[in-house]
């Protein structure tokens, strides 16, 4: 419930202000969509926790670039894979795995 509400919550920011202010976010993906992959896979304290570190590095004192959510362990599994049916890769690293957004998705966006 409270996962939704926030998944909301971004889902209208995204629509909404960050048109303003397109191109302006230091990484990729944006720390909106960031926070959106985080609230999506991770627990509630996890993405807030992460969402909140990223926001405070999207500033002229760090260089930005590539910086894909980290998540504990894919949740999901398809019951028939295809390119198609799979929303997010994730690829291992060290104990966790990078969260990496499949753009062939046709899917339910939310």
Known sequence: MIRIFFLKLLWLYRHSFSLVTRGSCRH??????????QFERNTLPRAFYSTFL???RCNQLFSGGIDYPIIDKPTLKPSELSINTIKYWFVPHQQNYFLIKNFKFKGSQC
């Open 54 to 56: 990223r926001i405070l």
């Open 28 to 37: 990729y993906p944006s720390c909106s969509e960031y926070a959106l992959w």
